[in-house]
Nanobody, 115 residues
Framework: QVQLVESGGGLVQPGGSLRLSCTAS????????MGWFRQAPGKQRELVAAVNNLGFNEYSDSMKGRFNISKDNAKNMVSLQMSSLKPEDTALYLCYRRQASQEYWGQGTQVTVSS
């Protein structure tokens, strides 16, 4: 079993920045994909960004150039640096990890972009 703990959400003004972090613990495998989805009220859950153990990453088109995902294998952690935030980025951001054909999800951290 894997546990994911997120941190770093909050309220930020449009154009501002936030950094989210997610730390995994438990039965950790060295081969994995880890990243973030988000879900806004009334909308489907969507991929934000993901990175694998080799450092290959992917981003949703709307986040490219504004968000950056990074990993720290030693700490079993991924971070998401978000900049130029827009009101439409407001959502619950959920960390996930996929390893050995299993998916794990965190509880989520709320990001609200509002003036």
């Amino acid at each position: 079993q894997v546990q994911l703990v997120e941190s770093g959400g909050g309220l930020v003004q449009p154009g501002g920045s936030l950094r989210l972090s997610c730390t995994a613990s438990g039965d950790i495998f060295s081969i994995y994909v880890m990243g973030w989805f988000r879900q806004a009220p009334g909308k489907q859950r969507e991929l934000v960004a993901a990175v694998n153990n080799l450092g290959f990453n992917e981003y949703s088109d709307s986040m490219k150039g504004r968000f950056n995902i990074s990993k720290d294998n030693a700490k079993n952690m991924v971070s998401l640096q978000m900049s130029s935030l827009k009101p439409e980025d407001t959502a619950l951001y959920l960390c996930y990890r996929r390893q050995a054909s299993q998916e794990y999800w965190g509880q989520g951290t709320q990001v609200t972009v509002s003036s």
